[in-house]
């Protein structure tokens, strides 16, 4: 079935690095990509998607480009700040299979020391 | 303000005692869900709505029981057959193509 892989935690970064958390997947169809970010003791939000091959989700300064050739949703950003310490989860919309839910991958938590 | 709230925060269970986490959201989605969350193991579907008085089986749905009477409301019991129930659950809703969930601020279960 679908799957989603992401590079495992923690990730440690001193503000102003740059970052890069790798997402891969598996699927049948041509699902839709997301990211979501999860702050410390609260829900999810999405942060960024791409519904087709070659696009690029932005938002807050996060990257991310479908690539089909890789099967990839790598999620990027130039210069990291403290406030962006969380667990990002990438994740994929099987929407016309047998559920029509999302995937998660098992999330990557991030750490910003300032 | 539209969005959907989980209550309580925090819950404590007794050994052999069922207990409620309440999931409403005022969006006016058709879907819902409920994920469980534990420590670097990503979100497991529990279980989902895609209308109202209709619900399946997700992943780990074995202990848990749902219903969805209002479409606003889906409310998630965790009985005695679960018999580790201690994490955090998340209640999310999505309208349209499902893509995009709404999520609670989640509930944190611990058993006494």
């Known amino acids: 079935g679908d799957s989603v892989t992401q590079m495992e935690g923690p990730v440690t970064l001193s503000e102003e690095a740059f970052l890069t958390i790798n997402c891969t997947y598996t699927?049948?169809?041509?699902?839709?990509l997301f990211w979501y970010v999860q702050y410390p003791g609260e829900g999810l939000q999405l942060l960024l998607k791409?519904?087709?091959?070659?696009d690029k989700g932005s938002n807050k300064g996060f990257e991310a480009t479908y690539r089909k050739e890789t099967t990839s949703f790598h999620l990027e950003k130039g210069s990291v700040q403290v406030s962006d310490s969380a667990v990002y989860f990438c994740a994929l919309s099987d929407y016309g299979g047998s559920q029509g839910n999302l995937i998660f991958g098992k999330g990557t938590k991030l750490s910003v020391k300032p | 303000d539209g969005g959907i709230t989980q209550s309580p925060k925090y819950l404590f269970r007794k050994e052999g005692q069922n207990v409620t986490l309440s999931c409403e959201q005022n969006l006016n989605h058709d879907a819902m869900y409920w994920y469980r969350q534990d420590p670097g193991q990503g979100l497991r579907l529990i279980y989902y709505s895609q209308i109202v008085n209709d619900f399946q089986k997700g992943d780990i749905a074995e202990g848990y029981s749902v219903s969805r009477e209002k479409k606003e409301s889906f409310p998630l019991t965790v009985t005695s057959a679960q018999k580790n129930p201690t994490a955090f659950y998340l209640c999310a809703s999505a309208g349209g193509r499902r893509e995009k969930l709404f999520f609670g601020s989640g509930t944190q279960l611990s058993v006494l």
């Open positions: 791409a519904t087709k091959a070659d």
């Open positions: 699927a049948t169809g041509y699902p839709s």
